[in-house]
C-alpha cells in the first residue's frame, strides 16, 4: 500500500466497496426475484470504470514516454513545442476508441432512463460527474440520431431500440 498510486488507491477502495455491498448475494426486486436489469448495469458500470482507470494510466504513460524521449533527444525543446509534439503523438483516445457493445447498450439505456425522468437520484448520483455530457460524446452519431428522435416523440419505444440494437451490434 505504500508504494500504490492515487489510482490504484482509488481502484481498490471501488474494488472494497463493490465487494462489501454485494456481500448479501444478487440484488432482488419487490417480488423476491433477482433484478438482471440491475445487475446488467452493475456489471457494466464496472467495467467502465474500471476501463476509464485502465486508459487514463495508459495514457498517463505513453504521454511520460513521449515527452522522456523529446527531452532526451533534443533537451532545448520549448514547451511549445513539446506540446505541439504531444498532440501530434497521442491524438485523442476518444477519437479513435469503440467502445463494446455491451457497454454502449448499457450506457444507452442509462442515458434514456434518466432523460425520461426514470432514473431515481441514487442511481444518477452512482455515475462520474458530468456523465450526461460525457455518455452524450462517447455515442456514434447514429445512436445520437436516434437517442434524440425518441425523447423528441418522433419514434416509439419499439422502434427506437430495434434501431439502437442494429446500431450498437454493426
Given at each position: 500500500m505504500r508504494d500504490a498510486g492515487p489510482d490504484e488507491i482509488s481502484e481498490l477502495e471501488f474494488l472494497l466497496k463493490q465487494r462489501d455491498g454485494k456481500g448479501s448475494g444478487p440484488r432482488r426486486d419487490h417480488k423476491g426475484t433477482m433484478d438482471l436489469s440491475s445487475m446488467a448495469r452493475d456489471t457494466a458500470d464496472a467495467?467502465?470504470?474500471?476501463?476509464?482507470?485502465?486508459?487514463?494510466?495508459?495514457?498517463?504513460?505513453?504521454?511520460?514516454?513521449?515527452?522522456?524521449?523529446?527531452?532526451?533527444?533534443?533537451?532545448?525543446?520549448?514547451?511549445r513545442e513539446l506540446s505541439a509534439l504531444l498532440t501530434e503523438m497521442l491524438p485523442s483516445?476518444?477519437?479513435?476508441?469503440?467502445?463494446?457493445?455491451?457497454?454502449?447498450?448499457?450506457?444507452?439505456?442509462?442515458?434514456v432512463e434518466f432523460s425520461t425522468g426514470g432514473m431515481i437520484p441514487e442511481d444518477a448520483g452512482e455515475n462520474p460527474a458530468e456523465w450526461i455530457e460525457r455518455y452524450w460524446r462517447e455515442f456514434p452519431g447514429d445512436v445520437r440520431a436516434l437517442i434524440r428522435a425518441y425523447l423528441n416523440g418522433e419514434s416509439d419505444t419499439q422502434v427506437f431500440w430495434n434501431g439502437i440494437n442494429r446500431c450498437i451490434r454493426a
Open positions: 467495467v467502465r470504470k474500471q476501463l476509464g482507470v485502465t486508459e487514463k494510466m495508459i495514457q498517463e504513460t505513453a504521454r511520460n514516454l513521449v515527452v522522456s524521449l523529446a527531452r532526451q533527444y533534443q533537451p532545448d525543446i520549448t514547451d483516445f476518444a477519437a479513435s476508441k469503440k467502445l463494446p457493445p455491451d457497454i454502449l447498450l448499457a450506457m444507452v439505456e442509462q442515458f
